[in-house]
């Protein structure tokens, strides 16, 4: 496609509304996107806007990345898609790189197509081993829409999806929400009370399953809370699961988010950016101990494809040698300090952890009453309208959800700033005059 092509942006919109089933109706969405580069991308009328979706998180060194996109050309010229039963050079070269940039205790990689298989997998691979049926997860969790990581997952509106019971093997225990818990100032992870004595109650437990920092609100544990999380699972002898398909790859400010915490899980997933944003790929790294004799039942179909896997590979690269994720961790600080400065008495809590995360926003600081729908709805169109692209997240859904690109730069944290500055005087506006 050339940069000269021409769309009908109203045509492309009705043939989509045709024929594409959309998994939600969502005014503003969807955007026919027909250029993307860095943190731009372009819709069909020519307007550009800044992506802090990611591409729903995937494209962690930016949209069309040079070598990334060298790499599946290659590839392309050589093996595209071969039996799960074989395998290629690719893929053996990424599952080394997984090895080697995962923590130590995981040294075995099984290759899925993505994020919700991955976690199907892995709630396999911890029942086979242990001969156990349930697992412990925290309430405010996301895991994927496939129906044994729904069963997972917090979200009581994600979960009604399904339509049928989900079973009661997963259970949830609370999350480490210390900006609305009551024990905040005087911390001794007394959340963690609950969970130790639902766990005690559950002796057909296998595995305790998390993300090392929450996709849903950017709620980030403490230090202390994961030493103690890691110590009650261990006394019960609980797999660790950790949950990196969107906290992995360079997105918290380290290669995976078990870094900050030092943690050593039995099984780990990963996916999201694996590909590169070429095509689909996840993947499920285990301790060698626990993936002995494990029959999947059959491989998907798709699960390694060779060019995913040679994308994949340049992306790590790319994360590597151009410094994409200390970028990430220095933004990240940035983006707080900057949302900060607004001093906004809408702003809530900041919460990133490298570009995982977001603002929650409030109609009171004090009461921390979660800012109204109407409000944060005006709120989102304006930043639309303004050339931006969010989505809103959180336990109560009044977190603006802002993970851009790793290269995002601070001119254009400073450009969205400055938007988030109108957006929320209009919200003010909106609010006094209703």
Known sequence: MSDETKYDQAELLARDDKYILRPWPKKNEPLPIVKAKGCVVTDASGKDFLDFTTGYFVNNAGHSHPKIIAAATDQLHKVQQVSGRHTTV??????????????????????????????????????????????????????????????????????????????????????????????????????????EVQIAARPNTAAFMAEPVQSVGGIRPSEKWWARADSIRKQHNLLLILDEIQTGLGRTGKMYAAEHYGLEPDIMMTAKGL?????????????????????????????????????????????????????????????????????DPYVGDIRFTGLLGGVELVLDRDSKEPLPKPILSLIQDVLHEDGNLITVSGPLGNTLRLQPPLVITPKEIDQFIACLRVALDKGREFAAAA
Not at 95 to 103: C, F, G, M, S, Y
Not at 149 to 177: C, F, H, Q
Not at 314 to 334: F, P, Q
């Open 275 to 343: 590909s590169g944003g070429v095509g689909s790929l996840g993947a499920v790294l285990v301790r060698a101990a626990v993936g002995e004799g494990f029959f999947a039942g059959t491989t998907p179909t798709s699960g390694g494809n060779a060019i995913s896997a040679a994308s994949g590979l340049a992306l790590i690269r790319a994360l590597e040698d151009e410094s994409i994720i200390d970028n990430c961790a220095k933004m990240g600080v940035y983006f707080t300090e900057a949302v900060a400065a607004l001093n």
């Open 90 to 195: 690719p893929l053996i070269d990424l599952a080394e790189k997984l090895v080697q940039i995962t923590p130590k205790s995981v040294d075995k990689v099984f290759f899925t197509t993505g994020g919700s298989e991955s976690t199907e997998f892995g709630l396999k691979l911890a029942r086979q081993h242990t001969g156990k049926t349930d697992v412990a997860v925290l309430d405010n969790g996301f895991h994927g829409l496939s129906l044994g990581a729904l069963a997972a997952v917090g979200s009581e509106k994600y979960r009604a999806t399904a339509g049928i019971p989900l079973g009661d093997y997963i259970y949830k225990v609370p999350t480490p929400y210390c900006y609305r818990c009551e024990h905040a100032d005087q911390c001794e992870t007394q959340c963690l009370d609950e969970a």
